[in-house]
């Protein structure tokens, strides 16, 4: 049997998707707890917080261009939301260096994400 994620869930994760995606930075924060993690999918390891977010963002966004398209929600065992992503990342000039599908997993409480992690 198909869990349905709740839509309050889906909502939250569409909008930090399409601030990401338009490099609005506060928006996309604004989709998570204060001292969330996330991982940090270029080097490697975690970052804790909006501001550390922040900074790795800006950094990535001045080295390539990544473009996270969600595909479908589902819940696994333990309630967190799993999200099947298209993902294509470009160099500055323009080439692509990746296009795959990968998972990202989250947790989410009081509306707000508490962390994510990235399944490849």
């Known amino acids: 049997m198909k869990v349905i994620v709740e839509e309050s869930r889906v909502a939250v994760l569409k ?16 989709t998570m707890q204060p001292d969330v993690e996330w991982p ?22 001045g080295i390539v261009d990544p473009h996270v ?20 990342v470009l160099d500055r000039s323009g080439k692509t260096l990746l296009d ?3 998972e990202h997993v989250y947790s989410i409480e009081g509306g707000l ?8």
Do not use: C
């Open 15 to 30: 909008k930090a998707y399409q601030a990401f995606n338009a490099r609005d930075i506060d928006a996309a924060l604004a």
């Open 100 to 102: 795959r599908m990968v």
């Open 40 to 61: 940090n999918g270029m080097e490697g390891g975690t970052v804790h917080g909006r501001a550390a977010i922040r900074e790795y963002w800006t950094r990535q966004w």
């Open 69 to 88: 398209e969600p595909v479908s929600f589902d819940l696994d065992e333990a309630g967190r939301v799993i999200v099947a992503v298209h993902q294509v």
């Open 113 to 120: 994400i508490r962390n994510m992690e990235i399944r490849e």
